[in-house]
DNA sequence: GATAGGATTCACT
DNA sequence: GTGAATCCTATCA
């Protein structure tokens, strides 16, 4: 599935689980919320070219692409595409399933509804406890930090919609969000 | 070697 | 709704 494209694989990883087997216990949280990036892209960290940065973007489809945003936030990706293709996708938002407590705890706050704990790329990788040290990362392989195959609920549908947060091709219908039928 | 900008979040008005 | 915080990277001199 990742390496048919970011475009299928941000659809395709909606309900998906991102798990983190962290010192201080288990954390995991279900996919809902997805941004597609690809070469093409004016917004992508790979669109000028191969770099330092960026160069597990152009690796195997499974890994994972950290990087520092606003120099306080941290993001992730999960790279997309064939080796040399440069695509990946941004893990925007998680549906807290395990390590609630852990997550309020390493996020340093408490008091908000649940899924404010996720509801943001940066929000993400502080719930989680993910930082540079999984840059590179294989997320297929059974690592500390993994993904597990997960679907849809049959209420649920994908929502697609333009870009937020970004100053290029804002409106490129990209970004796949999880909706729930109860609304 | 120096500078500009960014896939964000939080607090305050 | 608007603005500040903050640091790493890429680009230019």
Redesign the pocket.
């Known amino acids: 599935l990742l390496e048919s494209g970011a475009l299928a694989a941000a659809e395709g990883l909606l309900g998906c689980v991102l798990v983190h087997e962290a010192p201080d216990g288990r954390l995991a949280g279900r996919i809902v919320e997805t ?1 597609a ?1 690809t070469e093409d892209d004016p ?4 669109f ?2 191969r ?5 597990a ?1 152009f690796g195997p489809a499974g890994h994972a ?1 950290v ?7 941290r ?3 999960v790279v997309t595409g064939r080796e040399g293709r440069g695509e ?3 893990i ?1 938002a998680l549906d807290p399933l395990e390590g609630v407590e852990a997550m309020i705890a390493r ?1 340093g ?1 408490q008091g908000r509804a649940a899924r ?1 704990l996720c ?6 990788c ?1 719930a989680m406890g993910i930082g ?1 040290e999984f840059y590179g990362m294989d997320l297929l392989t059974g690592g500390a930090l993994r993904l597990e195959a997960g679907r849809l609920r049959t209420d649920e549908t994908v929502l697609v919609t333009p ?6 091709a804002v409106d490129w219908p990209r970004r796949f969000v999880v909706r729930k039928g109860e609304s």
């Open positions: 941004e990036y917004a992508s960290h790979c000028p070219g770099t330092e940065r960026n160069r973007m692409y990087y520092v945003s606003y120099g306080m936030h993001c992730m990706n990946a996708v941004l925007r996020r706050w404010d509801n943001g790329p940066g929000k993400v502080q540079l870009r937020i947060g970004i100053s290029k």
